[in-house]
C-alpha cells in the first residue's frame, strides 16, 4: 500500500526477486496523478517483465477481492495513528492481512559509516539537508555517494542512477 517512494523501497528490499512472492500493485494516495503509471520493469526485476501498476487507494478493497490478496504491506508516510488503524480495518475487512514491515527487513546494510537523513513528513527538507551533508564531507575530502529511494515524480527509468552520479566522487 502506497506508491510515492517509500513503498517502492519497501518493495525492493523486501519482495524484489523473491519468487514465493507476487506484488500484484501499489496504490497510490499520497503524490497526485501517479494512479494508472507502473513501477518500471527496469527498477522492479525479472519477475516483473511488463512492471508493476499503481492503482488509486480508493480500489484498495477491490483490488484485494480480485487478486486474491494475502498480505499489504502499509507503506506511507506522513499519516496519523488513526488513518493507519482506519487501512488497516479496510485491509482486514477485506479478507487480507495488513503488514507493517520494520526496519529489520527494510533497512540497508552497508560496511562503511553512513549517515541517514529522515524526517516525520514530507516536505521539511530532507533533500536540502542531504546535499548540504554531501558537500560538506565532500569539501572535507571524503567520498560519499547518495541512496535515495525511488520517487515517482518524472520518469522513474532516467532517475535510477542520476542522483548517484551527482553526488558520487
Known sequence: ???????????????????EYEVVAFTAAQIPDIEDRRYPAE????????????????????LIRRY?????????SDVSYQQVM???AL??????????LGPGSTCLKSQKPMIAIGAVRTGVGKSQTSRKVVEL????GIKVIAIR?????????????????????
Open 86 to 88: 482506519h487501512l488497516s
Open 68 to 76: 486474491k490478496v494475502d498480505d499489504c504491506a502499509f507503506s506511507y
Open 149 to 169: 529511494h525511488p520517487m515517482p515524480y518524472g520518469d522513474l527509468r532516467k532517475q535510477k542512477y542520476s542522483g548517484l552520479q551527482r553526488s558520487a566522487t
Open 1 to 19: 500500500m502506497g506508491a510515492a517512494g517509500r513503498d517502492f523501497h519497501n518493495f525492493n528490499t523486501v519482495y524484489r526477486d523473491r519468487e
Open 137 to 140: 564531507l565532500m569539501k572535507h
Open 43 to 62: 527498477l522492479a526485476g525479472a519477475l516483473y517483465p511488463k512492471g508493476i501498476p499503481i492503482y488509486g487507494e480508493d480500489e484498495l478493497t477491490e
Open 91 to 100: 485491509v482486514q475487512s477485506a479478507g487480507a492481512n495488513f503488514l507493517l
